[in-house]
């Protein structure tokens, strides 16, 4: 909701195993939202470099977050899997990856059938889409990248603002509910709406399965008591085995930002809406009452607290060369203690010396030894100096590898396709992003976006669309509130290379859509 680290030495003894951690941190709350809050979330999660050195495309893991589930009167459909669960994080698919985390949407069709992380960015390729066309671009402003939103290089500690809540755009049809999800961000340079998911991202599923018409996030609200979470799939660590048979292990360190006073804030101000707190004035504004300003009412909002209660399950995953992989868990008790900052700030509170404190961040113990004594194997912390030198495990320095470059992201050049026909009206352009990849982008009247041309939507349903984003382009600017401020910590910033003008006459109701990005360097 994370290849191998390259090694450097001289020597290092011959039985290292290459193994990876992988878990969870559990974040509980103390309380239970009221289900007519259904309209939405929002919360601020830290943003910081989780490893020193990028470990390469296999390094999975998600920042803490959560997943946006629909919610239902009754039971859920059966065996059926589809929610939002983006966020900040690595994943194995970003190809232009950096220490810094990205921010992907994350929206998954009904049991893995479609995936859309954005504009122009999913699963399928541009001849069978599962998801490429699934999120259409709203800001005129935001620039948003085929692999991923950005986050000002070096970020470490400061709060990313984001949250999803339904915008009336488009009107209800047969077949197809009438919510467009919509991606809003608080950043320290960027306010407001970014982009929606279309409703036929989700309906489409029920031509294939009928029984799953009205039981999808196009029609149905959001839940509001889902986990918090932060979900590991992959950090890289390596094993060995001194001469008495001790095994011993040391993993690519971990590194947390921390407070001057000592504390880790991770999630705050996590909150969930009714639909008053934005859709009833946005809908009678779109129809012909007083302009909205856009800030989501707090009065129409209710906030999840936390407990103290939180805990890690993180696990050593090894392939001993059977069929069958050992797990076994990493005592993080030992030197961490996840827990409530305060009521409505979740954190770390650090109680061990073995992860070390030093220019602003904290680092997890790098090396362990496995204990059996009769109960359950577990990795206990130790320092370097109880690692016999036999093990080679000192010498090992986690670096980037080197690795082939990835290939751009491309879009059609078929003139008869939707990219060309009817087509942008300005570009293209270029833009250099702080991962060092360079976007081509053009900017499209919003209605004949490609994603809106496979939304299912007849050219008089696009242009209702098309008005009213041009109400929201007019009034809805990137440094006004939109999602009430952190009452902790500062604000993150995005790249500030995906912050873009509209040309001269484009300035309301076009949009920029990335068609081209390359590492810098690689035609």
Known sequence: MATLCALTSTAYCSSVAEDYVAGYMIIPTANRIEKSFNGGFSMYVAVWPLLNAYPGHQFQTGLPGTWMFAQYDGQAPKDMYSDVEGGLGWWRDTRFPTETPKFIMGGVGPNFSAIANGPSHGWGTWEEPRGLYGVAQLSNRLLFPIDGLNLKQGTCGQFF???????????????????????????????????????????????????????????????????????????????????????YLRVAPSQWPVDPDGLT?????????????????????????????????ETASSARTFKDSGYMTWEVHSDDGSDKETKVPLECQAFVEPAAIDQYTFGCKWKDVLAAKKNGKVCFPEYYKLIEDGKKPKWSPI???????????????????????????????????????????????????????????????????????????????REIMQKRVE?????????????????????????????????????????????????????
């Open 161 to 247: 603002g984001y949250g999803y809540l339904p915008l009336p755009l488009t009107e209800q049809k047969a077949g197809t509910g009438g919510n467009c999800w919509t991606l809003f961000i608080n950043s320290g340079n960027f306010k407001g709406p970014v982009a929606f998911f279309l409703p036929n991202f989700w309906s489409q599923a029920a031509l294939k399965d009928p029984r799953l018409a009205g039981q999808l996030l196009d029609s149905r609200p959001a839940e509001p008591n889902t986990a918090l979470q932060m979900e590991t799939q992959y950090i890289p660590c390596k094993r060995a085995t001194d001469s008495k048979g001790q095994q």
């Open 265 to 297: 804030r991770l999630m705050h101000g996590n909150v969930a809406y009714n639909k008053s707190a934005l859709w009833d004035d946005v809908i009678a504004w779109f129809n012909g009452g007083k302009p909205r300003d856009g800030r989501v009412k």
């Open 383 to 461: 320092a370097s100096s109880e690692v016999p030198l036999e093990t080679g495990l000192q010498k090992i320095v986690w670096q980037r590898p080197k690795e082939s470059p990835q290939e751009p992201y491309t879009t059609p050049t078929d003139p008869k396709s939707c990219w060309k026909k009817p087509g942008p009206a300005a570009g293209p352009f270029k833009v250099k992003l702080g991962d060092g990849s360079t976007i081509t982008y053009y900017w499209y009247r919003f209605a004949d976006q490609p994603a809106l041309l496979n939304a299912d939507l007849s050219r008089e349903e």
């Open 471 to 523: 109400m929201l382009h007019k009034r809805w600017t990137i440094d006004r509130e939109y999602l009430a401020p952190p009452k902790t910590g500062k604000l993150a910033d995005v790249d500030p290379a995906q912050i873009v003008r509209p040309p001269k006459g484009l300035e309301i109701g076009y949009v920029p859509i990335a068609a081209w990005q390359e590492l810098t360097g690689s035609k």
